[in-house]
Structure formats: C-alpha cells, structure tokens
C-alpha cells in the first residue's frame, strides 16, 4: 500500500478522530480476504489521491518529523493544483508559524506521502490561536504520546528546512518592541523576521510612525493625521472633534463579508471552471479575512487606513481576478462600521502615475459610479459617501513632525531610519 495511513469516521475523544493503521486493520479482520487491501483502498485515495473527495483531504492535521519532530501540525490546500497549500505550527502557545512551498519543496501528495499521521482537521478559523494550540495538544498526546507540558517548549522548534532565511543578530531598532510582540502580528514568526531585519518592511514604519505620532502628540495625534487628509482631499467631511479622540489598532483580521461569500459561490458555481465549482462547495470561506494595517475606531466613525512602502496593492483574489485591495478593504469597512460613518484612507510612500493605488483611488474619488459598479452587493449612497471621503497620505506628510532628534538613543535611532524610508534617503 503507497500510504501508511488512512481515516475513518469514528470518535476516540472529543476533538480527535480516529486514525486507523492499515496493516493493523487488515490483521485483526476475523476473515481472510482474498484481497485484503480492497475494502480500504477506496478511503486511502479519496485521503491521498489527487482526483479524490477534495472536501476529506484538504484540512489536515499531519505529523512530519521533517517539519516538526515532535508536534502535529495543521494542513491546508487551496484548489486541486497541488502547490497552493500552507502548514501551520500552533504548538506553541499564542503563536502561530506559517510554511508554505518557498519553504517545503514538495507538492500536497507529497506531502501527503510523507504524513506518519494524518487526520481530519475542525472547520474552525485559522486565527483562533487558542482552539488550534489546544487541538494540536491534543493529537500530539494521543498519537505521539507526548504530554502537554512537553508539546509546549519555550522556544520553536527548528525543522531540517529552515523556513526563514538565516539572520545576523543586528537588528533594526523597534519601539516598545514588547507591545508588538504582544500584538497578533508578534506572533507570526515570518512577519517579525521581516519587521526586524528587512529595511523595506511598511509594518515597521506603521507602528514605529504611530508610536513616535501618540508618543509626541498624545492628544493630538488624531487631528494632525486628519489635516494631512484635508489637504490631500478638501471634500473631506465626516465628524471631528479634537477632544473625542479615537483608538487606533493594528493589523486587525477582518473576516470576509458574509453576502460577498455568498454572491462569490453562486458565481464561482456558474463559472464553467470546475476548481472554482468544486472549491464553492467547501465550508473553508472563499476568500480569507483581510489584514487591516490601521482601523481607528470612533462612536461616530470607523477608518480603515492601507499603508505601503514600495509595494502595490494586488488587484484580485484567488477565486474573484477583478476583487482588488481597495474594494476588499471597503468591503470590510463597510460590514464593519454598523451606523458608523465608513472613511477609507491609504497610507503609501509615493503616489506615481503608474502605481494601481494612485490611479484606483483618483478613479473612485472622481467617479463614485466605479466604486458602485465594483461593489455592486452594497448600497450606493454608502459607496458614494466613502468615495469622497477617500485620501492617498503619504508618509513624507509628517516628515517634520515625527522625524528629527529623538528623546533618547533608541528613538533617534528610529527616527533617523524612518526618515531613510518614508524618503527613500540611501542607507548611512
């Protein structure tokens, strides 16, 4: 038999289901067969085979030593191509490390070949780190016989193939680095590994530009970013008052609107395209939450602010090639806002005539029907309010505010190198 393993339906425990060894299976059956693999051949393709029930095999909790040795780890595939999947480490606590194939070279049946266990994984959201650590927890004690305590270790384990690009243990300098750390975003190794050693990183000049802007202004923070807006859009109305201030997050996961997956399925269903068709059929949502960099929340308003460095915005998603960033975001937005007023801005470093940002937002801006024909699930009036609401802010609005002599050695530092990046300035 090609694969070691196979599932059956049947609860062990609660959260675990059974997992059977097909050997095992085939020598404890009370009569001989004259083929005994025939009754399980069946299930061990539709687990492995490529052109099997997709539903059964694509969440997946799997142990594979060479990804972690002594912890299951979470499994998801994305259509039938077979190198669009992801792995997902939750055994550690209030953390999660993400894989995908730049990391592992190998395509799903591999490894779906290379899974000592393989079992069926909760319909449960990805982002819930908690349910996830418990459920790793759980298949680890079960079928590795490894107590809780031990699943558990203080640092990650290092798999054989690393997943990060090796670092020097220089650093760019972070401001309260333990408040982000805190954060979800802390908790993503590779999103970290880029914070703190990439000099292009846009998620170190947010938070490090918002920790000096509420450092130095902590009463006037708020209405020094709405004068940068007014000036890039004198049409801007929405309620201000400088002594109701509001509370900026960051980096939010924000889920897919419950219409927009609806809407999404029928079309996909209707597409003609039989990935699409058989992916609309699956409980996992179509399209995964959004990122928010900023959302400033008010009684009264709701910001949902986009920030760039020298990147572009991407201009669809998986299952839908004509949902951009800004419809996405805005799509959120709205969902979100309740009797809110809804205000999209977008932070970025340069607004060139080419950039897809630059031309998107002028495009909405001057034509609130573009917006309307883009988002054709919302209310028009709403879409027309945000449109000229909207704002492109750059960076280098508040050179003189935030940049300059520090406090102390540490926010000089900061200060000197986002200045570097919010003005393209070359490397000291």
Known sequence: MRYRNAVVSGLEQPGLLSEVNLKDRHSAASAPSPNPDCQFQNRAATCCGRGADMAFKKRR???????????????????????????????????????????FQWTADEIHQKAQHSLDAPTHHTDDLTLWHEHTNQCNKHYLAVPATEAVPTTPADPPTPALPLRSNTAFPVLNLQALLDLPKGRKSQDMERILHSPNSEDWVTWNFFRLMHGQYPTGWWSHIVSAARKRNPDLTFAFNHQSLPVPRFWSSVRSPSEYETQSRSRMLASGNPEWASRATIPEPVEGSSEIDIVVEHDQFLVYVEAKLGSDISMGTTYDPQRNQIIRNI???????????????????????????????????????????????????????????LALLLWSDFNELVCGPGADQEATAVKRELQRRILRLPAD
């Not at 034509?367 to 699930?377: A, E, F, M, T, Y």
């Open 61 to 103: 909790m799997i142990f594979i030593p060479d990804v972690h040795p002594r912890s299951f780890v979470f499994f998801f595939e994305r259509g039938n191509s077979g190198t669009s999947w992801s792995i997902r480490d939750y055994s550690i606590r209030n953390r999660v490390r993400e894989y995908g194939p730049r990391d």
């Open 331 to 389: 799509d959120c937005l709205i969902e979100s806002a309740g009797g809110r007023t809804p205000i999209f801005w977008m932070l970025v470093r340069d607004e060139e005539p080419t950039r897809a940002y630059v031309q998107l937002m002028k495009g909405y801006r001057a034509d609130p029907n573009q917006l309307v024909r883009d988002l054709p699930h919302r209310d028009p009036e709403t879409l027309k309010g945000i449109a000229q609401n």
